[in-house]
Every structure is written in C-alpha cells, then in structure tokens.
C-alpha cells in the first residue's frame, strides 16, 4: 500500500512536459493558463489624470485661508487633450479621466466650488488632491501577471487594459476517456438484465472540462482483450491523458492491466484511501494512463486527487493543489487509521464559524452522495474517530457559490 501523498508524488514526477503555447483572443481566454509572464507595456494610467469631475488648478493659486477665485479658460471632457500652459490665476474645468492639463497639479472637486460665468471661486485644498498619478496602478515592465496563473476574468480584464488583443496561453491537455466493462450500457440504449447505465464517462468528462481541459469520448469498451487493447492505444493517439474507469480491481475480468502491460507501462497500486482503493497508473506511448476505480464515487475522488494534479501541470499551471480550510465537525464520523478517508459533506456557515457534516450513507457506489455535496471532508491517515466539535480539513467543490 501506498499513501495518497507518496501517489501524488509519483505521478506529478511522471509529468515532465507542459502543453505547447498558444496566442488567443483575450475574449476567449477565460480558464486558460498563462504561459509566459505577462508585463506591463506602458504606465497605467498612462499620463497623470483627475480622479474626480472639478476644476484644475496649479498648487501656487490654492489660498492659505477664505478663498480665491480664478479665472476658467476651457473645458476638458475624459478623451480630450488641452494644448498650452494653464498660466497662474487660471482653471480649467474638467472630468474624471481627463489627463491633467500643463501647469495644473490639483482638482477641486464641482461641489466644493462656486462658479459664478468664467470665475470660480475656490476653497483650501491640499496640492495634489484629486489627482491620479501616472504609473499608479502599473509601472511599465512590471509583471502584472504571471506564467502558470489561470486567468479569471479580472486578468482578462487588466490584459484588455494593457491593449493587448491576445494572449499566450498553454494549448488545452486533451484526455481521452473510456469505460470499461460488459456491465456498463450507454444511455439511451436498451440496458439488459444485469446491466447499469455508464456514469462515469459523463461524471469524468465534466472533471477534465472542469479542470480546463479538453475531453474526448471514445465510448464504452467491453472486457474484450482484442477491443480493449484498440481502444487504448487509439486514445493514447488522440490524447496527452488517457482514463478509463472499472477493470482495475481483481475481478477475473479485469484486462485493463493485462492489456496495459502489453501496449505501455503500468503499476497497479492500492493507495491507503476510503473510498477508491485500487488505482492504476501508466503509459501507453506519449500518454499518461490512469486506470480509475469503476465505482462511481471512488472513480471522481481518484480523479481529483491524482489525475487533476497531473493535468494541472500539463497545462503549465503553478498552482497544483486545490485549497483545503478547516471546519467544524458537527455530527460523529467513522474513521479508520492508517488511510486517508473522504467523505461527502455539506458545509455551512454557524454562528462559530465553518461546520460541516456528511451526506449520509458514504457507499463508494452512492452517487447521489456526490450530488448532495459541497466539498469533501478530508480525514488524515494518523487519525481515528472525530467527535462533535472536533475540527476536520475541508475542499469545497468548485465554486461555493453554486
Ligand atoms: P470494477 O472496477 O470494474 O470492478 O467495477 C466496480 C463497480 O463499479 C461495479 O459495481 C461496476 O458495475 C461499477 N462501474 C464500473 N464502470 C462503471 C461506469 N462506467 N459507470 C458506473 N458504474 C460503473
Ligand atoms: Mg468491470
């Protein structure tokens, strides 16, 4: 038995490599990996301009005491540029955007003033107010975002304020994905006695999608040696990450590692975790082979602790690992020491803090565990039993939001 640390640990040292890069759309990028430091081109904002709707004035004019009243030689709409000097005793009336004009270092915000034709009569302020400087927000060369960050949309958003049309990003990790098993029907099929509906081809489509890649489906295969053998190697043609789900077990059907020994490489492990012990892990050409656990909670839960890492770092992302919090158990569970266990939890927010507690029946075949759930209660390998109030690792699921 291995632990599931020491099985990250191999499979991340597997991946050697990240996707190629590509130049895309900033409009289409959203989710995507950056592949190269991104750098300011220029100063933002690029010149010095009022952060509010007012009248610019040079610093000389402001009065020490009362007031003092100038005279107003133009208007400065956002967009515009006044030509000339702003001379002493002079204003200019202008908005929020609009880059200071010469002479000018300080805006009196229009409510502050009293305007009465071309005079406005205005209080004591302090030099410089009101006024963004240029450079403030980014210096130009600076990174502002950096290679193996995803994009989220506010990084679509500074790249856009940068005026860039597009960015370098890592080309999508492809995984092909297969399920194994004469058991297993396809949806919309007639299902014969003895048969169950394919999940776990939808369920793992939608992880590889999640995680931002590319999946391919190359449908159900039947414990076939012949069958199964083309479909895996014709998968690992057509992809960088090869899954299949069910067949890793030690049932009398169970090809996938046969047929891995012949085409690839493959070592079987049983990782000291509850629920998704069996786990194959591989190579056939290019392609790295994971054999996932067919029971449909276990076949998800060893996708995101092992797979996803590798996919993450395929793509070139710097951040491999998902964030895990603590919260507060608030009902007893079960735990056996020496493996690492995973149950399915509601997290809420209590008066105290985060709590959390489990979905009910935790069968690695119950499903509809996954769907009642918001995150993942991690229970480390040291620990035995939690009690009420005890304090557990949780992982939400994607967004909490949801
Ligand atoms: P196996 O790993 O092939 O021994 O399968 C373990 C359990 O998972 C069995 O109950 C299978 O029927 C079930 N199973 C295998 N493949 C799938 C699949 N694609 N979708 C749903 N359940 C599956
Ligand atoms: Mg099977």
Same mark, same amino acid.
């Given at each position: 038995?291995?632990? %599931?640390?020491?099985?990250?640990?191999?499979? !991340? $040292?597997?991946?050697?490599?990240?996707?190629?890069?590509e130049l895309i759309p900033v409009g289409r990028a959203l989710g995507r990996v950056l592949a190269d430091d991104l750098r300011a081109p220029f100063d933002v904002p690029p010149a010095d301009n009022s952060a509010v709707d007012g009248y610019a004035l040079a610093g000389a004019d402001i009065p020490g005491l009362g007031s003092a009243t100038l005279e107003v030689i133009a208007d400065l709409p956002a967009g515009? %540029?006044?030509?000339?000097?702003?001379?002493?005793g002079q204003a200019v009336r202008i908005m929020t955007g609009a880059p200071m004009p010469a002479g000018t270092d300080t805006v009196v915000p229009q409510e502050l003033v009293e305007r009465s034709g071309d005079r406005v009569k205005i209080p004591t302020i302090a030099k410089g107010a009101n006024v963004r400087l240029r450079g403030e927000d980014v210096r130009a060369g600076t990174v502002v975002i950096r290679s193996g960050a995803v994009l989220r949309p506010q990084e679509l958003g500074l790249a856009a304020s940068l005026g860039l049309p597009q960015v370098l990003v890592r080309q999508?990790?492809? %995984? $092909? /994905?297969?399920?194994?098993? @004469?058991?297993?029907?396809?949806?919309?099929?007639?299902?014969? #006695? +003895?048969? /169950?509906? @394919?999940?776990?081809?939808?369920?793992?489509?939608g992880l590889v999608e999640e995680a931002g890649g590319s999946a391919t489906d190359f449908g159900i295969v039947p414990d076939e040696r012949g069958r199964l053998r083309a479909g895996l190697l014709e998968a690992s043609r057509a992809a960088e990450i090869v899954l299949t789900s069910g067949g890793v077990s030690v049932g009398a059907y169970d090809l996938v590692k046969d047929v891995l020994g012949e085409i690839g490489g493959i070592t079987f492990w049983q990782v000291a975790m509850q629920p998704g012990r069996p786990l194959a892990v591989g190579r056939i050409g290019d392609a790295l082979f994971f054999g996932l656990p067919g029971n449909p909670v276990a076949s998800i839960l060893t996708f995101l602790l092992f797979v996803r890492p590798a996919l993450w770092k395929l793509a070139g992302r710097c951040q491999v690992f998902p964030v895990r919090f603590p919260a507060v158990a608030t009902e007893p569970l079960r735990k056996k020491s020496g493996r690492r266990e995973f149950?399915?939890?509601?997290?809420? =927010? +209590? #008066?105290?803090?985060?709590?959390?507690?489990?979905?009910?029946?935790?069968?690695?075949? /119950? =499903? $509809?565990?996954?769907?009642? $759930?918001?995150? !993942? /209660?991690?229970?480390?390998?040291?620990?035995? @039993?939690?009690?009420?109030? @005890?304090?557990?690792? %949780?992982?939400?699921f994607g967004s909490l939001y949801g």
């Open positions: 038995m291995i632990s %599931v640390g020491e099985g990250q640990a191999h499979i !991340l $040292a597997q991946v050697t490599r990240v996707t190629s890069p515009s %540029v006044l030509g000339g000097v702003v001379k002493p999508k990790v492809r %995984v $092909a /994905i297969l399920s194994t098993g @004469d058991e297993v029907a396809e949806p919309g099929q007639p299902r014969g #006695p +003895g048969q /169950i509906y @394919d999940s776990n081809r939808f369920a793992l489509g149950k399915r939890g509601i997290l809420t =927010l +209590g #008066p105290g803090g985060w709590e959390v507690r489990t979905t009910g029946p935790q069968g690695s075949g /119950i =499903l $509809a565990s996954m769907v009642a $759930a918001n995150c !993942l /209660i991690i229970i480390e390998e040291e620990r035995g @039993d939690v009690k009420p109030g @005890d304090t557990v690792l %949780v992982e939400p």
